[in-house]
């Protein structure tokens, strides 16, 4: 079955640059995003990015895609204390239809 | 104007009771979904449903129940509430059925069942 990986914190000080890491099993995956949630708060999607690309850049946000290793990271630029939050990698499953299998969530704790 | 909201907030009920969680959303998304999260943060799906019309049930116990009266919601009922229930439940929906749709979440439901 599929399975999604996450260390499960990260402690960065602000301005420091973030990277958070996930690894996943199915390699039909076509899509993999990253959501973002804050406590007592939904989820926010942030990113995501298809499975045949390597790279995908946003703002602050920059995405990079190892499908041979089947690893994903997120890289927060400039971090900041709003950005402490949880941080979940999701992968899409190639069946057809929407079906987020998500990681187990890293915790990013911010420090000024 | 919120796009996926979930009524109420906070649940807390005795086991054994039913009670049931309300999904609006006002996006105009064809597909809707039920996520559970568990006290460790793992999220799963429960079920997803495409026009009105259930897709995926995820070997969820029958005591869940949804219910869509049209495609801007998608209620769930839990019968005989268990302990194990307890957990935040989150409402999501996407434009369309299929794999590369971005799905929006509502703020979660925190069921406590004692």
């Known amino acids: 079955g599929e399975d999604v990986e996450q260390s499960l914190f990260l402690s960065v000080r602000e301005g420091d640059s973030s990277v958070i890491n996930c690894t996943y099993t199915?390699?039909?995956?076509?899509?993999l995003y990253w959501y973002k949630q804050e406590p007592g708060a939904g989820l926010q999607l942030l990113t995501y990015?298809?499975?045949?690309?390597d790279m995908k850049q946003d703002q602050r946000l920059t995405v990079l895609l190892n499908k041979k290793d089947k690893h994903l990271s997120l890289r927060i630029a400039d971090t900041q204390t709003g950005d402490s939050a949880i941080y979940f990698c999701?992968?899409?499953?190639?069946?057809?239809?929407?079906?987020?299998?998500f990681g187990t969530g890293t915790r990013l704790l911010v420090s000024p | 104007d919120t796009a996926v909201s979930q009524t109420p907030k906070y649940l807390v009920t005795q086991m054994g009771n039913d009670k049931s969680i309300k999904c609006e959303q006002n996006?105009?998304?064809?597909?809707m979904y039920w996520y559970k999260q568990d006290s460790k943060k793992f999220l799963k799906i429960m079920f997803s449903y495409n026009n009105k019309e259930l897709i995926i049930n995820e070997t969820v116990p029958n005591r869940f129940s949804p219910k869509s009266p049209d495609k801007a919601h998608l209620n769930l009922h839990i019968n005989s509430l268990e302990l194990g229930d307890s957990a935040v439940y989150f409402c999501?929906?996407?434009?369309?059925?299929?794999?590369?749709?971005?799905?929006?979440f509502g703020q979660g439901t925190r069921l406590t069942v004692v």
């Open positions: 996006l105009g998304h064809d597909t």
């Open positions: 999501a929906s996407s434009p369309r059925w299929g794999a590369n749709t971005e799905a929006f």
């Open positions: 990015i298809f499975s045949n690309m």
């Open positions: 199915d390699s039909s995956s076509t899509y």
């Open positions: 999701a992968e899409s499953e190639n069946t057809g239809f929407q079906k987020l299998v």
